[in-house]
């Protein structure tokens, strides 16, 4: 079969680069796809929230399916596009409908959904700029440090933990003023929960659901967790505290619930569901729903996911995932990123990058790079060096010394990923 995957980050070339193997596809298009991916398809030059465009390319190429990576296109309804066009109607998308997408897209919206359905998270406010006076005394009553989130999708930038209340009393005012644009016409405030994170993802027809393996990731750029936040500078998996009596808590009281919930309230899913979790005391709670794979958690995952990928989302689209058990590679990934000297902050491009013809025992997905003779950098997240070891160690060895011999100017990578895990 033709797949066109929607994308250009290391999360789409781990998607590729899983998809390739299988005996069940034909040709892979990738919209936009980065230099890496373009080793193992065709990449076209299409907007994925051009959805006119998306649709001149699946009628030229002749797509039997759609794998949306990003969450942009899914807010703005890319599936929703395909169902009510008849030229695309018969076309199955990997991926949510709008108002499935609204998990995501919406933090209120979110919260509503698990407060309705009773699944365990922080309590909150949502609070737009009429009612600021009510979000300021909701604030009085918490204890630091205090949590303000942008309702809307904010590019990974709208979410503020501040230790001091006056600051997030003025960062309040601040975020219902415009400071993510319109992302935060409404804000949640919510409860800070004190404990240890990690993201669980599933996959759903929107009946059955097959868990993929968890893993932990690394947002801030510095060593020991330290300074800005980023997109993510590496991840685990699997999650050593995420034990079976732990597992079984997440599936009892967030997944299976997540999926009731969807079908009872005629919210069409078929598609990814990220969970991001935290365990108080050895209970999850659910922090955020995404409504994709995260990045670079699927650096992480997918080369731990042993079955055909293709095969899982034939069944998605056909309503029978149920028919498929999930095979598990029982090893540890983990993923290195390798980033733009200056990200998060600004950062130069087009450095050239070296050393990857060199690179054993580890698989690179490309996270921001361009075709121009040679490899070069055009992101601020690069490269993703992901490894499989008997141990978190020898996986963590493997990564780290293909990362020393990759090359490119002013290159960083945190080295103590999986630090607190040990």
């Known amino acids: 079969m033709n797949i066109l995957l929607l994308g250009s980050g290391g999360r789409e070339h781990a998607l590729a680069w899983k998809m390739r193997v299988s005996p069940l596809l034909e040709n892979l298009y990738i919209a936009p796809g980065n230099a890496g991916t373009s080793l193992l398809g065709h ?3 299409i907007d994925p929230e051009d959805f ?9 190429h002749n797509i039997n399916m759609v794998v949306v990576g990003p969450e942009v296109p899914l807010v703005k309804g890319v599936s929703d596009f395909f169902l009510n066009d008849s030229d695309l109607s018969k076309i199955p998308v990997i991926g949510p409908t709008s108002r499935g997408a609204q998990l995501e897209g919406s933090k209120e919206f979110a919260k509503q959904f698990m407060l309705q359905h009773k699944i365990p998270t922080a309590k909150y ?46 960062e309040l005012k601040m975020m219902l003023s415009g400071k993510f644009g319109k992302a935060s016409d409404t804000v949640v405030i919510e409860e800070f929960l004190s404990g240890i994170e990690l993201s669980v993802f599933v996959i759903t027809d929107g009946h059955g659901y097959m868990v993929l393996p968890e893993a932990k990731d690394y947002k801030r750029i510095g060593e020991g967790d330290t300074g800005l936040n980023t997109g993510g500078m590496g991840a685990v998996s699997p ?12 599936n009892d009281r967030i997944i299976r619930p997540t999926i009731d919930g969807l079908r009872s309230d005629g919210i069409e899913y078929k598609g990814f569901i990220f969970f991001g979790l935290i365990s108080v005391n050895g209970d999850p709670y ?26 899982i989302f034939k069944a998605v689209a056909a309503g029978a995932l149920k028919s498929i058990t999930p095979q598990i590679d029982s090893r540890t990934a983990v993923t290195v990123m390798m980033v733009s000297g200056g990200y998060p902050g600004s950062y130069e491009k087009g450095k050239n990058i070296l050393g990857l013809d060199h690179v054993e025992n580890s698989v690179v997905f490309h996270a921001g790079t361009t075709s121009s003779n040679g490899i070069l950098t055009s ?32 290159k960083y990578y945190r080295k103590d990923i999986g630090f607190d895990l040990k």
């Open 43 to 45: 990449n076209l030059d």
């Open 52 to 60: 006119n465009g998306i649709k001149k390319a699946v009628l030229e």
């Open 125 to 170: 406010l949502a609070v737009t700029a009429d009612t600021m006076d009510e979000g300021a005394r909701f604030l009085k009553t918490l204890k630091a440090p205090y949590v303000l989130k942008a309702d809307g999708l904010a590019a990974g930038k709208g979410v503020l933990i501040l230790e001091d209340l006056d600051e997030a009393l003025n």
């Open 239 to 250: 999650v050593p505290f995420a034990d079976e009596e732990f597992m079984k808590k997440v």
């Open 286 to 311: 659910v922090i955020e729903y995404n409504v994709r794979m995260g990045d670079p958690e699927t650096e992480v995952v997918i080369p731990r996911l042993q079955s055909d990928i293709v095969e």
């Open 379 to 410: 992101g601020g997240r690069v490269l993703a060096v992901s490894s499989l070891g008997d141990s978190m160690d020898e996986a963590l060895e493997k990564s780290y010394k293909n990362a020393e011999n990759i090359k490119f100017d002013k």
